[in-house]
């Protein structure tokens, strides 16, 4: 499509797009949503995922799809407001489909976008930002400016930012990284723990974007002490044209050691973001303010003049309690000027959520003299400011109580120089415990441990459950004031801080442009069956948001993911029961929530989602050591199983998120799992059960057509479409290993193949295999067929071949089975789930029989059925914990499935549903 001024194509849909109030941007579906929607045009409407707009937020980034060959990779993007008002946007290509068009882009919006409710995005030319984000770089800084603040960035050293300016005013400096290391932990014996602090040692800054909407600096190191450097941390900074405020995402993994069953190793006792913060004020106009529930403040200054024997007057107070520079003081009652001296200063606040239900304030004067309550509640919003009528910075941590231990600290505020910590992990907190759970149980031997799978179905190893590797990924704000802030921007920068902004498209662009293997259509209640599938769908989401509520699912390391299965006999999620426990992506749970915001564009399942996302890409994956690019299966501890594999580490359940937002920590996650095919030369996932003689071989390794090919596959496919440094080899073994999967004698159904790590390709049996697992097809394997049969199926027809061949037969009779392939596939389980094969096969062939039967399975096997309760009890003490709801025939492997399968069953054959 040819360039054309942003106002020549936008301006005649503004009036349309001004009365498209559309429900979706309000996290709701219409009811008599229909099946197809409208089809993707343009100007496309994009409206905020929730109701409250950009609010106090620097900026927004948010990928929107396009049908193939509907825009070239360089195109040029124009946003207007709903009443036709040039929004300047910054735009990037972050895919394409195999013909070079463009496949999705990005667009960042800055604080210009305030305000407006919806945006109309077209071709054009964009508008240029009153204040663009200017990026300089000199021998040892980097410096971006907004146009109202300025970050300097040291390339070495230990501050991230040296230097954050507003104006000629410094608000802050040495913004660095802080860790406390307690070397040993023991039960029972207190006060002998020693501490060792270090600081981040920078080893790399660079900037990845540069204007003239968003600027991105990446700033990569350790944490340092003398000659020791450990956990590795990556911090990326996000600036936005004319924003007071920038975004930080902090990444650490975990390098350390902590051996089960000893007492001493690297436990984290306090990990923190610290900032230097000027105080030119007097203490009376210094002001500290720290979020309570919800955007409840407590609002104090270092020197309070309201409360005390004497009255310095009505307007001294209120002026004091607002923030802003007091009276002069020769206009006070001159009692309480002449005793000013005599009023404490309180120099020193904490805030600590140790747990997801309760928080706690003291203060003291300054450090040597005690601490005295300032009052609590259940759950911060883990925002905070100190700074006067000359400026000041606030600060705040998301998800502060979902992830606790977290705190705020400010210290010092009655110098000229206060210091604000924001603890990611609270030093009050216990140690930071990573030890593996239980002492082996005697399991030795590969016999032992494949007998405790059949009691505890937890798949130990010893030396398997190391946490070696993992990582987790944190976000805050901050705001570079001029003056303190009033209560209603107080209010909305902790909004921000609680949910941050993001601009979305509609669902109907997101169908339209069929990306992800097209195998999802809009909510559709036409008729009563569907409208009764869409309910279960909503049954079962709400039962499972309500659940981290109520069993507490929070925490650093588990928040983001929901529990496997459920002991009806005790009403509890088997938490404590070996493979029972934390989900970690069995069976594509990721993959169902995805699914289901595409198609609702429901905010509350994007935010789960997004949750998830960020909690299974870093937690239950290996970015570091022999095992990096791997999984662990599901367990008590996220880490606990000794089965470390690719399904796990799949970059299908990252994608959604990339591309959606463009974030680029998990686009870093997706492209380090482009070689994760050399870690089966480290680990072979079937060395418990192989029977035949195997040896880890560079040009013969055993790799699973199912659930390992899936998950090198999708790596390989975003790498190629993201056009990223190893594009060309991951376009190579995406159309490689389809060739030689289809190649084989019984194409997927021969089960595994011996892979080349140098060409990229399976080499081609000799002998028919009938090797059928009903796991192959549960980690996205349909979804990810889909996606290449679209893209590139003209170029391997034998591949779309081999692959229906596999959804025709799976849930065929085992006589339909045996006279195609010379035997059946065994017992097989999940024949719900495998619904969605019959159904997209159905769709590709034509074959009706094929779209009965994906119904009949549907409804008639296994997973949940039509007669299941659909409803939850309420249970109470003594029964549990806490008072609250359970579904004792819910377990989360169904609940993917059945939500996978319903969604892509009535976006291929929903029109051939039984009455």
Not at 710 to 736: D, I
Request: hydrophobic share 35%; charged share 25%.
């Amino acid at each position: 499509m040819s360039r054309m001024p942003r106002r020549t194509l936008l301006k005649a849909a503004a009036a349309a797009g001004a009365a498209a109030q559309f429900s979706w941007s309000l996290g709701t579906t219409p009811a008599s949503a229909a099946p197809g929607a409208e089809p993707t045009g343009e100007p496309v409407t994009l409206a905020w995922l929730e109701s409250g707009g950009l609010g106090a937020a620097p900026g927004s980034t948010l990928g929107v799809p396009w049908p193939k060959g509907r825009h070239p990779k360089d195109q040029t993007f124009a946003l207007t407001t709903e009443d036709g008002k040039d929004v300047p946007v910054q735009s990037w290509t972050t895919a394409t489909w195999p013909d070079g068009s463009a496949k999705w882009t990005a667009h960042a919006v800055g604080p210009e976008a305030a305000g407006a409710k919806t945006f109309l995005l077209g071709p054009g030319t964009p508008a240029a930002p009153a204040h663009k984000v200017s990026v300089k770089s000199t021998g040892s800084t980097i410096a971006v400016s907004t146009g109202v603040i300025t970050a300097k960035m040291g390339k070495t050293g230990s501050s991230l930012i040296t230097s954050l300016t507003r104006g000629s005013t410094e608000i802050a400096k040495d913004g660095r990284l802080v860790l406390i290391r307690q070397s040993e932990i023991e039960d029972g014996d207190q006060g002998r723990e020693t501490y060792e602090r270090f600081e981040s040692a920078v080893t790399t800054t660079e900037v990845e974007q540069s204007g003239p909407v968003r600027a991105v600096v990446r700033i990569e190191g350790k944490h340092r002490r003398g000659k020791r450097s450990w956990l590795p941390f990556s911090v990326r900074l996000y600036f936005y044209a004319g924003a007071e405020s920038f975004r930080m995402v902090h990444t650490i993994t975990f390098d350390g050691t902590q051996e089960p069953g000893k007492a001493s190793g690297d436990f984290i006792r306090g990990l923190g973001v610290r900032f230097t913060v000027p105080l030119r004020d007097e203490a009376y106009d210094r002001h500290i303010r720290i979020g309570g529930e919800g955007t409840g403040m407590l609002r104090e200054a270092v020197k309070g003049v309201t409360g005390l024997r004497r009255d310095p007057g009505a307007a001294v107070q209120a002026a004091q309690f607002e923030g802003t520079k007091l009276p002069d003081p020769a206009t006070w009652d001159q009692r309480v000027t002449s005793r000013l001296h005599l009023i404490p200063t309180w120099g020193d606040y904490t805030l600590s959520q140790l747990s997801a239900d309760g928080f706690s304030l003291r203060k003291r004067t300054k450090k040597g003299h005690g601490w005295i309550a300032a009052g609590g509640g259940r759950r911060a919003s883990g925002f905070g400011y100190v700074g006067g009528a000359s400026g000041g910075l606030a600060f705040g941590l998301r998800d502060f109580w979902e992830k606790f231990p977290a705190q705020l600290d400010i210290r010092d505020a009655h110098t000229d120089a206060a210091e604000v910590t924001v603890w990611l992990w609270s030093p009050e907190a216990e140690p930071m415990d990573l030890r593996f759970y239980h002492d082996g149980l005697g399991q030795d031997t590969y016999a032992e441990q494949l007998d405790g799978l059949e009691i505890t179905y937890e798949d130990y190893e010893p030396g398997f459950g190391t946490p070696y590797g993992i990582a987790r990924t944190s976000e805050l704000l901050f705001w570079a004031h001029d003056s303190t802030p009033g209560a209603t921007a107080l209010a909305q920068q902790t909004e921000a801080v609680r949910t941050l902004p993001q601009l979305v498209a509609p669902p109907s662009q997101l169908t339209g442009a069929k990306v992800f293997g097209g195998l999802f259509s809009p909510v559709d209640r036409s008729t009563p069956a569907k409208a009764k599938i869409e309910d279960h769908l909503d049954f079962l989401f709400t039962y499972y948001k309500d659940q981290v509520e109520m069993r507490r699912w929070y925490g650093f390391w588990d928040y983001g993911d929901v529990m496997h299965s459920y002991d009806p006999a005790r009403h509890q999620w088997r938490y404590d029961v070996g493979g029972y426990a934390w989900d970690n992506s069995e069976l594509s749970p990721d993959l169902w929530l995805w699914y289901a915001y595409l198609r609702s564009g429901r905010a509350d399942i994007f935010r789960f989602a997004e949750a998830m996302t960020r909690h299974t890409g870093e937690v239950d994956v290996y970015h570091l050591g022999e095992w990096a690019g791997l999984g662990t299966r599901h367990g008590i501890q996220h880490y606990a199983d000794s089965a470390k594999q690719q399904r796990i580490a799949n970059t299908t359940y990252r994608r959604f998120y990339y591309f959606l937002t463009a974030d680029e920590r998990v686009g870093d996650l997706m492209r380090a799992n482009v070689d994760s095919d050399e870690t089966f030369l480290a680990l072979d996932p079937l060395r418990k059960i192989r029977t035949e003689p195997y040896t880890p071989d560079r040009h013969a390794l055993s790799i699973g057509f199912g659930t390992d090919w899936s998950g090198l596959v999708s790596a390989w496919l975003t790498e190629w479409e993201r056009g990223g440094p190893q594009a060309a080899k991951a376009r190579a073994r995406v159309l490689g290993t389809m060739e030689t999967i289809a190649a084989q004698p019984n194409g997927f159904v021969q089960g595994s193949g011996l892979y080349d790590l140098d060409t990229g390709k399976f080499a081609v049996a000799a002998e028919p295999v009938v090797s059928v697992s009903h796991l192959s097809a549960v980690f996205g394997l349909n979804e990810l067929c889909a996606e290449l049969i679209d893209l590139v199926g003209d170029d391997v027809p034998t591949f779309e071949e081999a692959y229906l061949d596999y959804c025709r037969y799976f849930n065929a009779t085992k006589a339909e089975q045996k006279a195609r392939y010379g035997s059946d596939f065994g017992s097989l389980i999940l024949f719900q789930g495998h619904s969605r094969l019959d159904a997209y096969a159905a769709v590709r062939t034509g074959d009706e029989k094929l779209a009965a039967r994906a119904w009949e399975k549907f409804y008639n096997s296994d997973g949940y059925k039509e007669s299941a309760p659909w409803k939850t009890e309420e249970v109470t003490g003594p029964v549990t914990t806490v008072p609250g709801t359970e579904a004792d025939w819910v377990y989360t492997n169904d609940t993917a499935l059945y939500g996978l399968a319903a969604i892509e069953n009535l976006a291929l054959v929903g029109d051939r549903m039984p009455d």
